[in-house]
Structures are given as C-alpha cells and as structure tokens.
C-alpha cells in the first residue's frame, strides 16, 4: 500500500515501516468538498473547462503560479477573475507594456510632504490573485521584477521586504501566436511557474452555450464567493504534509534524471520542477479524495508541471519535437513503482 506499509531490503533483512498520514481523511473529505465548490463556481464563468479550472486550483492550493498560453479570446482574463471571485480575496489585473517599469508592478518608495516621512507604496503585487496579462510583452527587467515576488513572496524596495498577502497566485498569460513586439521569457523566469496550460476553444455545446443571450458565461460579476483566502491559505499548509512514499519520491526523481539525459534536450526537468511535481500530486490526490498519492497522478500532472521547463536542443526544434512530447516518451521509459502487498 502506499499509504501504509513499505518494504525493504537492507542488509539481508525485511524492513517494514509505518506511515502514519499527518492529514486525516475527515480533512481530506472537507478539501475534497471545498475544491468542487471553487471549481462549479468558476465553471459558472467559463464553461466546460474543468479539467483547465482543476489545473489553476491546484496551482493555488499548492502555492505555485500558472501560465497561460493561448490565443485571444478562448478567456484566460475571465479565468482568471473568476478564480479571484470564487476565492473572495484582492485580485488586481496588470497590463503588461513595453513601457511598464519594475515600479509599477511591486511599487515604489514616496515622499509624503504632510508628515515629511518617504513611505512605501504597494503595487498591484499586493493582492491573492495577479493577473499579469500578455507578460511576454513587457522588457526584460520588469519580468525581472516578479521573480522576487513569486518565489519569495516579498518584495524588496530601498532594502525593506514586505510581504504580498496569502494564498498569492500570479496567473500570466500570453499569446503564442502575436509574436511582434514581445520579449521571450527567460527559463529562469518560466522555472518560476508551478503550471503550464492553455484553455483552448470549447466544445461545440459549451461554445453555444456560451453564445445564448443571458446564459451568464462570462460574466464574473456573478461569480458566487465560495471561501475565503484564510481558508485556502490553510488548506494549502496542511495538504503540504499529505504523504508521499518514498517510492512515488524515486520515481519523480528518475524522471527528472531520465528528461536530463535525454538527446534531444538541452535542458532537462530541475530540481525545484521535481519539487513543484511533488507540491501538486499531493493538492491532486487530496482533490479525488485521497490522503496518498500514487502513479497516475504523476502522470497526470508531469506534462503541465515540468514541459515549460524544458529545453530543446536546436536539432529537435527544426524536426518539430514537442517538449511535451520528449515528456511523453520519458514517462514511457521510466518504471513505474508498484505499491508493496499487504
């Protein structure tokens, strides 16, 4: 079982060890209940997208930052406000220019002339969800700026950090297809993100759906609040001790060194990727209802996790090669683990 007991080999001798589960299964049942009410309340939004919707909810359960890649007009906007409206904290909404300075993102010390004091003066960062809308079109040093902040969770002005509110979730998009006048995020910036995915266009029925008069798709406003940021932010603490035996830990750790040997990368999965796999199985597992993780949901969540982070050698681009195709072949080639009989 990969919840309880697991085997070993050492030095001739069977070891056996109990884990005990630091969350029980009452919490996960009221995690499980919250997770399908924030996710029915933002699929009011933006319909037929609950695999997408599951994706960014486990992102900010798990304390990371989702990238959406996509073209105009499929809602990553709306998505993202409507995670905001469900949540019931701050969301601010950052349009990115070429023209955006570092300041205007994180914010800037100013000088109050009534009490003749310099104060600091917060930026749109200070807020539980950060819409950074079409981020690859701002300069290198204002991507910059946000690599503080979504790691940290502080930004440093004047040599004072000051911390952004929790749960903080950045939700950048931007349009694969418009590439003019847009800078190429740096890996060290896209290492940054928990999650990769795009929402696509929808399903013939939803599509409709959405285009009848007064089916209140798309409309935000009318997002019921389901919870608070208290409560997320507490959420995502306890599910950060949900158990993981440690041959779930071998097995993501054996895909990150097989996408590093891989030919046609030039840059394989990192370590705070494996990490980040690791911060999601367990908000994934937690969200079908269990207090264990097991394979499938690696599997499930390698391809969003670790394909932004990879690198293709330049002989793989010009053959067409995917990341995510690389990611599919590695996860073919890595053993999976099997639970030890009871």
């Known amino acids: 079982m990969w919840v309880s007991d697991e085997h070993q080999e050492h030095e001739g001798r069977?070891?056996?060890?109990?884990a005990v589960p630091a969350i029980?299964?009452?919490?996960?049942?009221?995690?499980?209940?919250?997770?399908?009410?924030?996710?029915?309340?933002?699929?009011?939004?933006i319909r037929g997208k609950r695999d997408v919707v599951d994706l960014v909810l486990v992102s900010l359960f798990a304390g990371g930052h989702v990238l959406l890649e996509d073209v105009p007009g499929t809602g990553k906007t709306t998505l993202a406000r409507a995670v905001?409206?469900?949540?019931?904290?701050?969301?601010?909404?950052?349009?990115?220019?070429?023209?955006l300075l570092p300041s205007d993102v994180t914010?800037?010390?100013?000088?109050?002339?009534?009490?003749?004091?310099?104060r600091f003066r917060p930026g749109p960062v200070f807020a539980n969800i950060v819409l950074a809308d079409e981020i690859n079109r701002a300069a290198a040093k204002t991507q910059s700026a946000l690599l503080e902040v979504m790691e940290e969770r502080t930004v440093t002005v004047d040599g004072v950090?000051?911390?952004?509110?929790?749960?903080?979730?950045v939700v950048a998009t931007q349009n694969p297809i418009d590439l003019d006048g847009t800078y190429r995020l740096p890996e060290a910036q896209l290492d940054r993100f928990m999650l990769r995915t795009s929402i696509g266009y929808p399903a013939v029925e939803h599509e409709i759906d959405v285009l009848r008069p007064g089916s209140g798709a798309g409309q935000v406003?009318?997002?019921?609040?389901?919870?608070?940021?208290?409560?997320?932010?507490?959420?995502?603490?306890?599910?950060a001790?949900?158990?993981?035996?440690?041959?779930?830990?071998?097995?993501?750790s054996d895909i990150g060194v097989a996408s590093r040997g891989d030919s046609r990368l030039r840059l394989g999965a990192s370590t705070r990727g494996l990490r980040a796999l690791v911060r999601c199985v367990q908000v994934y597992a937690a969200s079908q209802g269990r207090h264990f993780v097991v394979p499938g949901d690696v599997q499930a969540l390698a391809v969003p996790v670790l394909a932004h982070r990879l690198v293709l050698t330049r002989e793989a681009q010009l053959a067409?090669?995917?990341?995510?195709?690389?990611?599919a072949d590695v996860l073919a080639g890595v053993a999976v683990p099997k639970p030890a009989a009871r």
Not at 14 to 18: A, H, I, K, L, Q
Not at 107 to 118: A, E, K, N, R
Not at 161 to 169: G, I, K, N, Q, R
Not at 241 to 252: E, G, M
């Open 107 to 118: 914010g800037t010390s100013v000088y109050d002339p009534q009490t003749g004091q310099v």
């Open 320 to 327: 067409g090669t995917t990341t995510e195709e690389v990611l």
């Open 161 to 169: 950090a000051h911390s952004v509110p929790a749960p903080f979730l």
């Open 84 to 99: 905001a409206g469900a949540l019931g904290g701050v969301s601010r909404r950052v349009q990115f220019t070429p023209d």
């Open 24 to 45: 029980g299964e009452d919490e996960i049942a009221a995690f499980r209940a919250l997770h399908a009410r924030l996710g029915d309340a933002v699929e009011s939004a």
């Open 221 to 239: 406003g009318a997002v019921p609040t389901v919870s608070n940021p208290h409560v997320v932010a507490e959420q995502g603490r306890r599910l």
């Open 241 to 252: 001790t949900l158990h993981v035996a440690d041959p779930l830990l071998r097995y993501i």
């Open 14 to 18: 069977e070891v056996t060890t109990t």
